[in-house]
């Protein structure tokens, strides 16, 4: 049996999906000490769970940092538009802005505040460690990583072209990225937990009940991601199931 690490760690939460009955119980699973470790999500707080608001409160109590998955910026980019319904680019059906009609502005202001990457303050890390939600490009600089790919990223074709597909013929994007920076990203449950030698994938289906994942990083982390051990990862088992698998293919509706 393991255990976690000791407080004073980023502790990077994987897809929540409104899920804070998990979130509650991951956190406790972890032994976060919110006066010693830093909290970090690698986007999708929201969608397709019971709790998306209790989820970004207790984000917010914790001072938390997190990037924007697909769920956070196609909502932010319908509200932009106005928020109507029909929505006239068809991204959002009424049954999914409902689950997040209980916002409060501050709380979409919060959201909007999110950038689309992150990198983590680890000083003693051999190799920069970035979040972002869904994936990078290999041999596109972080900076002109197209927003598209950092939130929809899964695979690519057999011609080496970004898909938001599961696999669209040429496989995941994780396996063939190879730094310079390491990756931690969520966005892939169909896959599950990822380890790949510069990448870690942590969307583990709590959502579709599977499990909630947590990744527990040192603040003086001295090893690459390649080399981590079972302590520092944190798991809880989802209580229930809440979306379909099926779903996580589709665009946010």
Not at 145 to 171: C, I, M, T, W
Not at 172 to 195: E, K, N, S, Y
Not at 205 to 231: C, F, I, M, W
Request: charged share 25%.
């Amino acid at each position: 049996m393991t255990f976690p690490l000791p407080p004073g760690r980023v502790v990077v939460v994987g897809d929540v999906h409104g899920c804070s009955d998990e979130l509650k119980d991951l956190l406790e699973a972890s032994q976060f000490h919110p006066s010693l470790d830093e909290l970090v999500f690698v986007g999708d707080l929201i969608g397709k769970g019971p709790s998306p608001e209790e989820v970004v409160r207790i984000a917010r109590k914790y001072s938390a940092k997190a990037v924007q998955g697909n769920h956070e910026y196609n909502l932010l980019q319908w509200r932009k538009r106005g928020g109507i319904l029909p929505d006239p680019e068809g991204r959002i059906k009424e049954r999914y802005a409902a689950t997040v009609k209980g916002l409060e502005e501050d709380e979409w202001d919060w959201l909007e505040s999110l950038p689309l990457k992150l990198q983590l303050d680890l000083p003693q890390s051999p190799l920069p460690v970035m979040v972002v939600h869904a994936g990078l490009v290999p041999g596109v600089s972080i900076e002109q990583q197209e927003p598209e790919n950092l939130v929809n990223l899964r695979s690519f074709d057999h011609e080496g072209r970004a898909s938001k597909q599961y696999d669209a013929g040429g496989g995941g994007w994780a396996r063939h990225w190879r730094g310079p920076m390491q990756v931690i990203f969520g966005h892939d449950a169909r896959r599950g937990l990822q380890r790949e030698p510069f990448a870690i994938g942590l969307d583990t289906g709590a959502v579709y009940g599977d499990e909630l994942t947590a990744l527990l990083l040192p603040k003086n982390l001295d090893r690459s991601l390649a080399h981590l051990e079972p302590q520092h990862f944190a798991q809880v088992r989802a209580r229930r199931a809440y979306a379909q698998k099926s779903d996580d293919l589709k665009s946010t509706q």
